[in-house]
């Protein structure tokens, strides 16, 4: 299979939510047939109304999910799982499923696992997001500047690997490339779960009311990602928990490796630290 | 003494590099008369060719001192403290004194305990910088959203406190203010020097380069500012030691608990912090 505009491949995106929102509006921009199955009505006729979808049910539709070529799941890890369960029965021989979803280890194994033989799940991590929720607030740009990460198994064909390629450079990823299941975790602990305990952390530590006045950018930009949907980033922390737990060991060493050194007077230790993090930082903005 | 545009209050910054070329700038467009002195003469070639300062040396010059109404010391914490040592006895009698010094209770105090009684030093921290240096970087615009505190002690005049608060908003603040200098250095350890070891820590915890292609915008605004003048930074810190080994603590403490949380698959305590960390972080885009 490969994907054909001019609503010939008829894309299904199952959680009409920011990141479902968003795939359906610039795959929709570009010309497939898309339609949504979510679980709020409101979700579907605000999609609708907006020209997001070409058509949507808050039902479980069997028509709907039987005409899909290519169906994208972005719910939750465990409401992705419950879904598969309960409704693979409904799947069209030969479909390709793809997924939106943050973990991947505790995720790709378990779905290909329990899924029929004759469809093909092959996963995905589109790395975009804002700090808002829901269809409504869905946007196509947030792609732009972002990474998209194919996270093949061996149970994967290069087929569905290639498609799964392709419908990320067509949603406009910047970055498009490829990630085993255990890398690919790893790497997220580290960036992204990491960053966002160590924002939870730092909001926690004070009541920021009297402070808000003196409050620069660096603490801003810091702290930007405090803002979280607790539901879903704890079901993330709690699904990746050994690489994560890792990682905040590295972090806690390191960081106590810095306390040390300030507590000791070590200006040398400190200062070797911040050249190393300058250098390091430096190769991000060439 | 009151601020005189058109000439009439001459102004000389000692240090013309990011934050004192930045002043330089701000306050010459606004009429003021604008010397500097500063170590290396390319840097008032630089501030003259651009129209940056009205006149400079890189020579401690008795003249330019003695003219100066308002001295602004944008140096090294230490090299201040020197500075004043060796060469206060140029003072002109009645001038006042202002720094951009971002520690405050380790400086103040003692400078003032040196000085002459007949001059006036009344200290400030504009809340304010780039990732770059030097006064070729220098650009008034920083001061636009950032904040101004003047430090006052009892040493001071209310005359002169209300120089510098008109100084801050003569350069263009947001937000000018006062503080002690014991709950300025209790601010800027947590909102500043705090975020700022955060930084550094993260960006030494791993070699960066394999992961460069998927880094997405919260760890890059995370550690944005681990890109840092090590001998700057390590100095402030060695400066605000007690202050933000407290603040290291807090955060370890905090960290900890959150990691304990996920250790022990506690779910509800992972997401009543952040629900916590959402509803603090929320207050602040008011």
Avoid at 32 to 40: D, F, L, N, P, R
Avoid at 212 to 241: C, H, P, Q, V
Avoid at 272 to 279: D, P
Wanted: one cysteine or more; charged letters at 30%.
């Amino acid at each position: 299979m490969k994907l054909n505009k001019n609503a010939d491949t008829r894309i299904l995106i199952v959680g009409l939510g920011l990141i479902g929102g968003s795939y359906a509006k610039a795959l929709k921009k570009k010309g497939y047939h898309v339609s949504a199955i979510t679980k709020e009505q409101k979700s579907i006729d605000y999609a609708l109304a907006n020209d997001i979808i070409d058509e949507g049910t808050s039902a479980v539709d069997a028509g709907l999910i039987q005409q899909a070529d290519l169906i994208v799941f972005a719910l939750y890890p465990r409401i992705f799982l419950q879904w598969i369960e309960e409704n693979q029965q409904y799947f069209r021989s030969g479909t390709i499923l793809t997924d939106v979803t943050g973990v991947k280890g505790s995720v790709v194994y378990e779905i290909q696992s329990i899924l029929r033989e004759d469809v093909e799940f092959i996963s995905a991590h589109p790395m975009a997001g804002k700090e808002v929720y829901g269809v409504e607030n869905s946007d196509d740009k947030i792609f732009e500047n972002a990474n998209y990460i194919v996270v093949p198994t061996e149970k994967n064909s290069q087929e569905a690997i290639d498609l799964c390629l392709e419908l990320g450079r067509e949603l406009g990823f910047r970055s498009v490339s490829t990630l085993s299941p255990e890398k690919h975790d790893e790497m997220i602990a580290y960036l992204s779960q990491l960053t966002h305990c160590i924002a939870v952390t730092l909001m926690c530590c004070h009541d920021g009311d009297h402070l808000e006045e003196y409050t620069g950018d660096s603490f801003r930009d810091l702290t930007r990602i405090a803002k979280i949907n607790d539901a879903m980033w704890s079901e993330l922390f709690a699904m990746n928990k050994e690489a994560l737990l890792a990682q905040m060991d590295v972090f806690y060493e390191k960081f106590e490796e810095l306390r040390a050194a300030l507590r000791e007077d070590d200006m040398d230790h400190m200062r070797s630290m911040m050249r190393l993090s300058t250098e390091r930082r430096g190769r991000f903005d060439k």
